[in-house]
């Protein structure tokens, strides 16, 4: 059976087409150094490939998680250790103050200035951002004030004294008055004020009554409370590998709070000094330890997350590093190998070409 001249010049055009077309696929693949362009170059290759791109893409949001969970513990280490140095520093100020008779005031002035640092760490920044807020971070976990208000005293003998709660009072502010609010009594005729120790003297004559509760108001030439404006709370977590996650911060109360509160430690001692009472003072060494404690604590958890965000973020890197590698042995090219097969083609291609010219040149009388 003869094949029509037609159907042999179509045959000859479709196998020279495919030539083409796979010298282009080569030519391409040596280019881009991919192996596949399109799932129908290698459908089990690149349904492979995508899943181990999928892999690849959640390993670098994991490394991208672990940089911000790292900018935070980094940004949370300076103030930590601060708070430990700043603590560490006010016991031995109180060390030294319990035995010296006449400095008392001077170690209290030292201490307030303590008491100022802490309360500047726990306003501790990273950006725009308060680290020790909590999800509230746009807002200082602390303010300290000057107002005292509702400070209580019971009175004595005429003559006496009574010690209010803080020393270093501001002239002219103090305000006494009963328990129901309705009397107020008066400084130079009820009561005298040393302002420097916070001492109130019950004079001769006062309406104050011997053994009845009273309060008073006043204000503090130094901070006299440091207190939230908020609730702070709120842990900041971080996914760095599956389904684990790290805490990257910590909330001001876990620091500042945790047992003791180093504020109230703070003024505490600044008042019980700048009033000379020594026994006072020694009764709080054992509080100053156990901040100390607490604020130790809190930088060996610190310590840890930083050490498993380090191991975490080398075993990352080196999974990301295997990914890659193994996403290249499914999608690239052997470039050596793809020119032989090139060069095959083209000589495969050249040789059609001669055939199918010495094919075109057949007439029909050749055929009968």
Same mark, same amino acid.
Do not use: C
């Given at each position: 059976?003869?094949v029509?001249?037609?159907?042999t010049h179509?045959? !000859?055009v479709? #196998?020279?087409t495919r030539?083409?077309?796979?010298i282009h696929?080569?030519?391409r =693949?040596?280019a881009?150094g991919?192996r596949i362009?399109?799932?129908?170059d290698?459908?089990?290759?690149?349904?492979e490939a995508?899943a181990?791109r999928q892999?690849l893409?959640?390993?670098?949001?994991?490394?991208r998680?672990?940089?911000?969970?790292t900018?935070?513990?980094?940004?949370?280490?300076?103030?930590l250790n601060?708070?430990v140095e700043?603590?560490?520093?006010?016991k031995?100020?109180?060390?030294d103050?319990v035995d010296d008779?006449?400095?008392h005031?001077v170690y209290g002035d030292?201490i307030?200035?303590?008491l100022?640092?802490?309360?500047?760490?726990?306003?501790s920044?990273l950006?725009?951002r308060y680290? #020790?807020?909590g999800?509230?971070?746009?807002?200082a976990?602390?303010?300290?004030?000057?107002?005292?208000?509702?400070?209580?005293?019971?009175a004595t003998a005429?003559g006496?004294n009574?010690s $209010?709660t803080h020393?270093?009072?501001?002239a002219?502010t103090?305000?006494?008055?009963?328990?129901a609010?309705t009397?107020t009594f008066?400084e130079?005729?009820?009561?005298?004020?040393?302002s420097?120790?916070?001492t109130?003297?019950i004079?001769?004559?006062?309406?104050?009554a011997?053994?009845v509760s009273?309060?008073?108001?006043?204000?503090t030439?130094?901070t006299?409370?440091?207190?939230s404006?908020?609730a702070? =709370?709120g842990?900041?977590?971080r996914?760095i590998?599956?389904?684990?996650? $790290?805490?990257?911060?910590?909330?001001?109360?876990?620091?500042?709070?945790?047992?003791?509160?180093? #504020?109230q430690?703070? !003024?505490?001692l600044?008042n019980?000094?700048w009033?000379?009472?020594?026994d006072?003072?020694?009764?709080l060494?054992?509080?100053i330890d156990q901040?100390l404690?607490q604020?130790?604590?809190?930088?060996?958890i610190?310590?840890?997350?930083?050490q498993a965000?380090?191991t =975490?973020?080398?075993?990352l890197?080196?999974?990301e590093i295997?990914l890659?590698? #193994?996403?290249?042995?499914v999608e690239d090219?052997d470039?050596?190998e793809?020119?032989?097969?090139?060069?095959?083609?083209?000589?495969?291609?050249?040789y059609? $070409?001669?055939a199918?010219a010495?094919?075109?040149?057949?007439? !029909?009388?050749d055929?009968l």
């Amino acid at each position: 059976m003869r094949v029509p001249t037609i159907q042999t010049h179509r045959n !000859i055009v479709q #196998f020279l087409t495919r030539a083409q077309m796979n010298i282009h696929d080569i030519q391409r =693949q040596i280019a881009t150094g991919k192996r596949i362009h399109k799932p129908s170059d290698d459908p089990a290759g690149t349904v492979e490939a995508r899943a181990l791109r999928q892999r690849l893409e959640d390993t670098l949001q994991f490394r991208r998680n672990i940089d911000n969970a790292t900018l935070w513990t980094g940004a949370a280490d300076l103030p930590l250790n601060g708070v430990v140095e700043t603590l560490t520093r006010m016991k031995e100020l109180v060390l030294d103050a319990v035995d010296d008779l006449e400095g008392h005031a001077v170690y209290g002035d030292q201490i307030d200035g303590l008491l100022d640092e802490l309360v500047s760490i726990s306003q501790s920044k990273l950006g725009e951002r308060y680290l #020790f807020s909590g999800f509230q971070s746009d807002q200082a976990p602390y303010v300290a004030a000057k107002q005292v208000v509702g400070d209580t005293f019971v009175a004595t003998a005429p003559g006496t004294n009574v010690s $209010l709660t803080h020393a270093r009072l501001v002239a002219g502010t103090v305000v006494v008055r009963d328990a129901a609010g309705t009397t107020t009594f008066v400084e130079g005729v009820d009561y005298d004020i040393d302002s420097t120790t916070g001492t109130l003297t019950i004079l001769a004559g006062s309406s104050l009554a011997n053994g009845v509760s009273y309060e008073v108001d006043y204000e503090t030439e130094t901070t006299s409370s440091v207190t939230s404006p908020v609730a702070i =709370q709120g842990d900041i977590v971080r996914h760095i590998d599956g389904d684990r996650t $790290l805490t990257v911060n910590f909330t001001a109360p876990e620091v500042f709070e945790n047992g003791v509160n180093m #504020f109230q430690l703070g !003024i505490g001692l600044k008042n019980a000094l700048w009033k000379g009472d020594v026994d006072g003072v020694r009764a709080l060494l054992d509080s100053i330890d156990q901040a100390l404690v607490q604020a130790t604590q809190v930088t060996g958890i610190l310590g840890a997350r930083m050490q498993a965000l380090q191991t =975490q973020e080398s075993a990352l890197a080196s999974d990301e590093i295997m990914l890659r590698q #193994f996403i290249s042995d499914v999608e690239d090219v052997d470039i050596a190998e793809a020119a032989i097969r090139l060069q095959a083609e083209q000589s495969a291609y050249e040789y059609a $070409l001669a055939a199918a010219a010495r094919l075109m040149q057949i007439s !029909i009388v050749d055929r009968l």
